[in-house]
């Protein structure tokens, strides 16, 4: 990890990554099925973009967590069910 006098940036700036990551086809065929279904195509794409938003907003400030909890990897940390088997 680079000293702490060479990092720069802030956390907004990673909005565009996780933006264009999360606006591709198949997010927004699947939101396209609103109007698919008889829905208002206003609201439906009022939805597609509020969705996208705020996964990319939760997703760039959840980025932002490896720095600080030392996960050079970009682990994604979820709470562990059942079905999830660790193997370290």
Same mark, same amino acid.
């Given at each position: 990890m680079p000293?702490? /006098?060479e990092r720069h $940036?802030? *956390?907004w700036h990673l909005f565009p990554v996780w933006f264009a990551g999360d606006a591709h086809? /198949? +997010?927004i065929a699947t939101g /396209?099925? $609103?109007v698919a279904l008889g829905g208002n195509?206003?609201?439906t794409a009022i939805a597609i973009v509020l $969705?996208? *938003?705020l996964g990319t907003f939760f997703m760039a400030f959840?980025? +932002?967590q490896g720095p600080q909890l030392v996960l050079q990897c970009g682990f994604v940390i979820y709470p562990a069910g059942p079905s999830v088997e660790r193997r370290w």
């Amino acid at each position: 990890m680079p000293p702490l /006098a060479e990092r720069h $940036g802030k *956390v907004w700036h990673l909005f565009p990554v996780w933006f264009a990551g999360d606006a591709h086809l /198949a +997010t927004i065929a699947t939101g /396209a099925i $609103g109007v698919a279904l008889g829905g208002n195509l206003i609201w439906t794409a009022i939805a597609i973009v509020l $969705g996208n *938003v705020l996964g990319t907003f939760f997703m760039a400030f959840h980025s +932002t967590q490896g720095p600080q909890l030392v996960l050079q990897c970009g682990f994604v940390i979820y709470p562990a069910g059942p079905s999830v088997e660790r193997r370290w």
